[in-house]
């Protein structure tokens, strides 16, 4: 079973530049997620999808991030314009779905983002 | 005070020794949780989860829960060097929120 794929895989790019993030998840799962965790930091979560509708994105910079799931398969996360605090590694995740019960999230690689 | 609190090491270990890795917690509320490893530049893969108290054991971990002191545990049994990572712990009340530690470095010496 193919893992969730992301790309690109690093980005280098000054502040005030616009970027963006794809990530595809594992076949048939219907909630991804993007988070961003920082050096020496746990991932924090910044938006949740249940097919192409968001669940959660309360932790989601708003002003400067967006973030669709447009055909409940794919997703992109974008940041426009960059600061300097968005170093990060973007982390995409998917399960099966949500419920009250356990519901394991497979992780990609990541995208490591580095604002100049 | 950040809901999950996880010392962030490094722990340095040699060889076949026993890892000792903790958690604690504020939410109440967490009933599942987890503990992933996370090696340099991959993203993180899920070791074992655990629901409400207790112990879990799979080969050379046992995670333990301690709801009411609000403080979970990892212990990795004879070490070995490809046990160097950085170790998460997680946790997640209703729905599929999760909730990290910052992480614990750990590197087992040979």
């Known amino acids: 079973e193919a893992g969730v794929a992301q790309s690109p895989r690093y980005k280098i790019i000054e502040k005030r530049q616009s970027v963006a993030f794809w990530c595809n998840p594992i076949?048939?799962?219907?909630?991804l997620y993007w988070y961003q965790q920082i050096l020496g930091q746990g991932p924090k979560l910044l938006i949740q999808?249940?097919?192409?509708?968001?669940?959660?994105d309360s932790q989601l910079p708003k002003d400067r991030f967006s973030a669709e799931r447009l055909k409940g398969v794919d997703s992109t996360l974008k940041i426009q314009p960059a600061k300097l605090e968005d170093s990060a590694v973007y982390l995409c995740?998917?399960?099966?779905?949500?419920?009250?019960?356990?519901?394991?999230?497979?992780f990609g690689p990541g995208t490591r983002l580095t604002v100049l | 005070q950040k809901e999950v609190e996880q010392d962030p090491g490094p722990l340095s270990v040699p060889e076949g020794a026993i890892v000792s890795l903790n958690c604690t917690y504020s939410?109440?509320?967490?009933?599942?949780f987890m503990w992933y490893r996370q090696y340099s530049r991959k993203g993180p893969e899920l070791l074992m989860y655990?629901?409400?108290?207790g112990n879990k054991e799979d080969g050379r971990f046992t995670a333990q829960v301690d709801k009411s002191s609000k403080y979970i545990s990892l212990f990795i049994r004879d070490s070995q060097p490809s046990d160097s990572a950085t170790y998460l712990c997680?946790?997640?009340?209703?729905?599929?929120?999760?909730?990290f530690g910052g992480g614990t470095r750990v590197l087992v010496k040979p």
């Open positions: 995740a998917s399960s099966l779905h949500v419920d009250t019960t356990y519901n394991e999230q497979f």
């Open positions: 076949s048939g799962h219907a909630t």
């Open positions: 999808f249940q097919n192409n509708g968001v669940v959660d």
């Open positions: 939410n109440s509320a967490f009933q599942y």
């Open positions: 655990t629901y409400s108290s």
């Open positions: 997680a946790m997640k009340a209703a729905g599929n929120k999760l909730t």
